[in-house]
T-cell receptor, first 116, second 112 residues
Framework: EAGVAQSPRYKIIEKRQSVAFWCNPI?????LYWYQQILGQGPKLLIQFQNNGVVDDSQLPKDRFSAERLKGVDSTLKIQPAKLEDSAVYLC??????????????FGEGSWLTVV | GNSVTQMEGPVTLSEEAFLTINCTYT??????LFWYVQYPGEGLQLLLKATKADDKGSNKGFEATYRKETTSFHLEKGSVQVSDSAVYFC???????????FGPGTRLSVLP
């Protein structure tokens, strides 16, 4: 089956500019996650969707970050305006709902953002 | 809150050496435990998992046993290869909330 698709893979922007990342989860996966991974650190959850509703966005910097998942499938993560400290890899992941499917989540290859 | 602690890297080994990467966790309830691997320039891939105490996860020669009494999930491999060079992340997931919590990662370099 196809994996989690993300685009763009790489983006370089100047501070105060805006950027958007797109994610298409594995077909049938109701839960979608956006993680931020700063170099040398583990991934940190930004936002979790279940279908098109937000389950957890407690660590999303809402003054500059926004995310949506229209129709419960694709998702977009936007940063506006970007700061230097936003330089990171933005990982999208997805999973089934329900214990019978196990607890595994599947990651995309990530979108690498450099803010200069 | 839930957290994961891993041994600091980088870890540098010669090919065919024995590998151990320590992982301990703090969690409410009964989490599932995971090891993910990240090769250079790629996303995270599931390496192995265990969903209850005393379970052993294994894949590609790697193993880890869920030890509830010591809240640990150490990763081991008997003979590493150059191709195992990557960053390894220990993670937990509690059924409540279903969020994953990752450790900081341990970078492994295997020299020929």
């Amino acid at each position: 089956e196809a994996g989690v698709a993300q685009s763009p893979r790489y983006k370089i922007i100047e501070k105060r500019q805006s950027v958007a990342f797109w994610c298409n989860p594995i077909s049938g996966h109701a839960t979608l996650y956006w993680y931020q991974q700063i170099l040398g650190q583990g991934p940190k959850l930004l936002i979790q969707f279940q279908n098109n509703g937000v389950v957890d966005d407690s660590q999303l910097p809402k003054d500059r970050f926004s995310a949506e998942r229209l129709k419960g499938v694709d998702s977009t993560l936007k940063i506006q305006p970007a700061k230097l400290e936003d330089s990171a890899v933005y990982l999208c992941a997805s999973s089934y709902i329900g214990v019978k499917y196990g607890n595994t989540i599947y990651f995309g290859e990530g979108s690498w953002l450099t803010v200069v | 809150g839930n957290s994961v602690t891993q041994m600091e890297g980088p870890v540098t080994l010669s090919e065919e050496a024995f590998l151990t990467i320590n992982c301990t966790y703090t969690a409410t309830g009964y989490p599932s435990l995971f090891w993910y691997v990240q090769y250079p320039g790629e996303g995270l891939q599931l390496l192995l998992k265990a969903t209850k105490a005393d379970d052993k996860g294994s894949n590609k020669g790697f193993e880890a046993t869920y030890r509830k009494e010591t809240t640990s999930f150490h990763l081991e491999k008997g003979s590493v290869q150059v191709s195992d060079s990557a960053v390894y992340f220990c993670a937990l997931r509690t059924n409540y909330g279903q969020n994953f919590v990752f450790g900081p990662g341990t970078r492994l370099s295997v020299l020929p």
